[in-house]
């Protein structure tokens, strides 16, 4: 029987992990590591994994939160890549439909574009053929009057047609926390704000890390058989703590996502469109907001806390009100925003949009393994050769044999739902649970597509509402969430519960609005803050929100 990843089950997983040594330790609970630990659990691996901030706290909780193959990456020849994602993108689908969703794209053509009719037709058709795509969902050529009819806010002066294609929306920090949990259940261990800030060795070879708990600040010992290095823009970091002689391989560039309300730019579908400077960004529709993104440009400043300027707000409202001219946006329409780095692997004489986004794995002397680059889309992939390179050492080392990966058909916590055809028909019979035990059909929908087979828990949650949320007011949809995240998902700050278990900061920032100091309250009490944690997560949280807002951007630039 597994033990649930609950925050307070924390102290006992390191307790477990220091113990004896593992076979695999993975630094990093990005999306990599997640995959990685899910994929050696799978095979038998005794597996930890170490996480300095929240899980997905770096970059994958601030993607495009597409499963996508990249079908841009076509015109730098990256065929192996897009190939191989644009598969992984239905499996990502199958194993958590509740997770992914099909996202019908529109790619409207203009003139002077970056794409032609033709070149557009061409590339589309070998994205299909490369991603093997059902036919349902292959590419379609529009005129300009169906382009038009599909989206009327599309510009008529400079259009000469259209595509119709599908990608996959996901939410990346719930996805790399399904991922993680599955680890768990299958007995892997993971545990948030755990800094690995220096390495052990044994006879000049990688035998462990130091730890420091961010939380208590004390310091432990943990041993491993093998060690990977998973921690996305900060693989260059942990590589010079092993070996001080090895120059950056990354090359960090920023990306920027604005989110506006729907009505301010209420586009029928996703967009895939041309920027005024030869890029393309997206423009999405989701939960009654559009989000706009991406910039990519270098980024030297600090990792964990990239922030968006002037520059980067501008160059997405132009963008919008160049192929959107009855919009005109504004940046005081702009509710919340967020900012990433891409991990990528440095290529010299390449600009940011023409590095490839393929990843790499470095294996160094003292048998430090590190893997860097990537998507998130291709996330179990990594895994599965980072896992297959983890089986040959356990085997020189110990003549222990592992099967080979197992996540092809593997559905990640959440995930049990019959898989993408029967998931509908679990939303209409789940949906009717949460009725008969009190919710709105619009609330308990809402738990069952974001919960998927583990909705029996969050709704258990429900029969106890009365009694222990009394005192707070909370809502019983919000106490059931909050329960969930506390004992099954390690939730330590108001701001892992709003940002990476719901998502709520970029796409609902007026609830949490309404809601921060309830959930600030709550979890105070049934965490046991002292007085200092209390003052600096509220803190924390009052300036996550200001920053979302992005205020003093907004006002700079009316
Ligand atoms: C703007 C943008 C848009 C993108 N859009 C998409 C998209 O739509 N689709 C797609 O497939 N991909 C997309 N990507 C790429 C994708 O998001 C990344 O490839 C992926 O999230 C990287 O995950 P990771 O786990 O390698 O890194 P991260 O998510 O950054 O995880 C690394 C983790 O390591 C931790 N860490 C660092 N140092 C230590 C330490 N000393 N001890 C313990 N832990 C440590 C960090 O805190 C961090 O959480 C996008 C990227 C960006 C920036």
Known sequence: MSEFFSTQNRARFIEQMCQKPLDLLVIGGGITGAGIALDAVTRGMRTGLLEMQDFAAGTSSRST?????GLRYLKQLEIKLVAETGRERKIVYENGPHITKAEPMLLPLVKDGSLSKWSASLGLAVYDWLAKVPVSERRRMLSVEETKTMEPLLDNSSLIGGA???EYRTDDARLTIEVLKEAVDRGGRAVNYMKVIDFLY???KIAGVVVEDQLTND????????IVNATGPWVDTLDVLNDTTKGEKLYLTKGVHIVVAQSRLPIRQALYFDTPDGRMVFAIPRAGKTYIGTTDTPYKGETAHPHMTNEDLTYLLNAVNHIFPSVQLVASDVESHWVGLRPLIRQTGK???EISRKDEIFQYESGLISIAGGKLTGYRKMAERIVNLV????????GRKFTACQTHNLPVSGGNVGGSTGFENFVKEKMQQGVLLGLTAGESEKLVRMYGSNVGQVFSYLQNWKVE???YGLTPVLFAQLQYALNHEMVVTPADFFIRRTGALYFHIDWVRNWETVVW???????????EKAIEYRQQMRELIQEAEGEALVKNTK
Do not use: C, F
């Open 65 to 69: 939160k597409l499963i996508h193959g």
């Open 219 to 226: 310091k432990h010992e943990i041993y491993a058989q093998v």
């Open 391 to 398: 089986a040959i050492r356990l085997r020189q080392k110990e």
């Open 521 to 531: 309250t709550y979890l105070m009490n049934e965490l046991k803050w002292s007085k």
């Open 469 to 471: 949320s009394a005192a």
């Open 351 to 353: 600009g940011p949009s």
């Open 202 to 204: 044994k006879d000049k």
């Open 164 to 166: 119709h294609y599908y």
